[in-house]
T-cell receptor, first 113, second 115 residues
Framework: AQSVTQPDIHITVSEGASLELRCNYSYGATPYLFWYVQSPGQGLQLLLKYFSGDTLVQGIKGFEAEFKRSQSSFNLRKPSVHWSDAAEYFCAVEVQGAQKLVFGQGTRLTINP | DAGVIQSPRHEVTEMGQEVTLRCKPISGHNSLFWYRQTMMRGLELLIYFNNNVPIDDSGMPEDRFSAKMPNASFSTLKIQPSEPRDSAVYFC?????????????FGAGTRLSVL
């Protein structure tokens, strides 16, 4: 069965520091991968997606993610975080042909001033 | 477009009462999803519809939960009778419903508290 693992439940970084959030997936075929962000009291918003092609994808708010098939990973990065990036981040894989997403447990990001 | 609209935003009810959550998907989207989010279990898919037809309801916790989509612009999730363990944030999402690469767009959620 498809699964998504986000090893870090909570990460704290200083404002201006770089960020990497990890995501590993288990899926037999070529995955469609997503990162969503959830601000407090809000729904999930798409940050970026990978369907095919260039394995480094750019998203909104200065985020990028790299698909590494050999490592079954899709890590999210940002060179310099801002206090407004404090939120919960979810990695997800689409089950092909089923249109539904399997989400990881999420990583909560705290930003120190 | 106004996005996915959920109502109410907050619901407080007493155990045993019926609760109905509502969702209006984005116009033109063919798929609709209901999720539940709790601290303990994270984000769980309850049920999803394609072209108003329930496709997968394996995530529905038990018979107390039911969902309907009478037309392309409206869906309900009903809990009857409600229990304290149903307290959670319930999200509705919609997507274009293409065979692959669907982006799901989420509503702001309904925070349900069952006392």
């Amino acid at each position: 069965a498809q699964s998504v693992t986000q090893p870090d439940i909570h990460i704290t970084v200083s404002e201006g520091a770089s960020l990497e959030l990890r995501c590993n997936y288990s899926y037999g075929a070529t995955p469609y991968l997503f990162w969503y962000v959830q601000s407090p009291g809000q729904g999930l918003q798409l940050l970026l997606k990978y369907f095919s092609g260039d394995t480094l994808v750019q998203g909104i708010k200065g985020f990028e993610a790299e698909f590494k098939r050999s490592q079954s990973s899709f890590n999210l990065r940002k060179p310099s975080v801002h206090w407004s990036d404090a939120a919960e981040y979810f990695c997800a894989v689409e089950v092909q042909g089923a249109q539904k997403l399997v989400f990881g447990q999420g990583t909560r990001l705290t930003i120190n001033p | 477009d106004a996005g996915v609209i959920q109502s109410p935003r907050h619901e407080v009810t007493e155990m045993g009462q019926e609760v109905t959550l509502r969702c209006k998907p984005i116009s033109g989207h063919n798929s609709l999803f209901w999720y539940r989010q709790t601290m303990m279990r994270g984000l769980e898919l309850l049920i999803y519809f394609n072209n108003n037809v329930p496709i997968d309801d394996s995530g529905m916790p038990e018979d107390r939960f039911s969902a309907k989509m009478p037309n392309a612009s409206f869906s309900t999730l009903k809990i009857q009778p409600s229990e304290p363990r149903d307290s959670a944030v319930y999200f509705c999402a919609s997507s274009p419903g293409t065979p692959w690469g669907n982006i799901q767009y989420f509503g702001a959620g309904t925070r349900l508290s069952v006392l």
